[in-house]
């Protein structure tokens, strides 16, 4: 392989040869940390079943042909992917891996969690696989690519999912080729449908878009290998900041740059949360007092995607600059009831959202990294300054992960959630063994006595 060349032709090459490297789990903190991305993305799916996106989904694609990781039957293998894809994101709270600008997990775990596919090894690096390609293709694209409108979990996610299904399928180099093609030819999702049913379905339709891919390329479909070549994805997808020939660190898996969400919300709205938290760990009922008030700054170009200042629903809400903030100041922690319908209504959060402002800081230009720079907080009275609190990390990112606990309470929250609508567990978490994931969910909740999920046979 010439890497002097620098050709996209080689980019095709040098990615084919990355997803299939026969050591992706090589490392013990490489699985472990995908067991704890399978382990948060059953969870919040779990809770995401009740959803309105994921309902729907299911209703339009019922059936009797497969099981979907609620135990509920639908039409096909592809829908139960899509199904499984779409609970995953519902709630907005799976995780991100930022520099590949995609929900991950959510469009991963969907396409190998899935038919039968017993072999926890033949699982992990699958989802491995598309770690890999994740990293690759957003880097070949650039980052322009997400500041153009697109959403990456439906793009980007679409040639990730392709690279976990070819491995799955055991495709060869040429055919794994010719999956990316056929991937990139199904590849969309817009930013224009966030704070819609429709963003969730991104997650979905990509896991779909690669399951789909794979299975035609196994069958002998062909497609062009210069779909990253001139007038190929990079060029028509990107805005043109992307890397011709990628370090070989761009072809790497990378789990333990995936950012784990504590709060049900979008995650730009995170960095706000936290300067919250950070205020009422230090100053207490002292928040409450109604003449304060809080001004945010943050990198300009960090919070774009957060349209909402006030959110008429749920979904809305999850996209506002003002609301998560203000459950955070006056209540903790935002959980999955703040973010029902008729909570966003209630004095107390209308008041704190009237006395909240976000200004975005033009010092700290941060071409839409989410986790550039500081954000701050300066809370005041009548023009006089009460305190300032400095926070450059998000919380559950690489640089300020998620404490075990914490994790721990999530996962147990969404299953509860689950439990409480059906009166059972999870049917897909009886075949959690062996994914490296008992860290994070409770034996109790994994056995494998129960054959169930998956293609009926």
Known sequence: MNRNAGTPEDFMTRLCHAVLKPDLLVEDATRRLIGRAIADTVAVAAAGFLEPAARNALAAYEGQGAVTWSGEQCESLEAAVLINGTASHALDFDDVYVESMTHISTVLLPTVLRDGRDDPETVLTAFAAGLVAARAVARRVGRGHYNLGWHGTGTIGALAAAAAAGRLEGLDADQMSNAFALAASMSGGLQANFSTQAKPAHAGFAAV???????????GMTGSRAVFETRGYPDLYGAGDGDIDPPDEAFEARPDQI?????????????????????????????????????????????????????????????????????????????????????LHEPDIVAMMARISVQEDQAQPSQGDIEFGQARLAITRADSAVSQFTRAALPGSPIDPPSPQALRDKIGGCLTVFESWTGQRLPILSRMSGLATEAWIPASYISSDEKSYGVKS
């Open 259 to 343: 950012s784990v969400k504590l709060f049900p919300c979008c995650y730009a709205t995170h960095r706000l949360i936290g300067l919250a938290l950070d205020a009422c760990a230090a100053l207490g009922d002292k928040l409450l007092d109604p003449t304060l008030r809080f001004e945010f700054s943050v990198p300009a170009g960090s919070i774009a995607i957060l349209r909402f200042d006030k959110p008429d629903n749920g979904l809305e809400a999850r996209f506002s600059k003002t609301y998560p903030a203000a459950v955070a100041l006056l209540r903790g922690t935002p959980t999955l009831p703040d973010f029902y319908d008729a909570a």
């Open 209 to 219: 878009a690669g399951t789909r891919a794979a299975r035609l390329a196994k069958a």
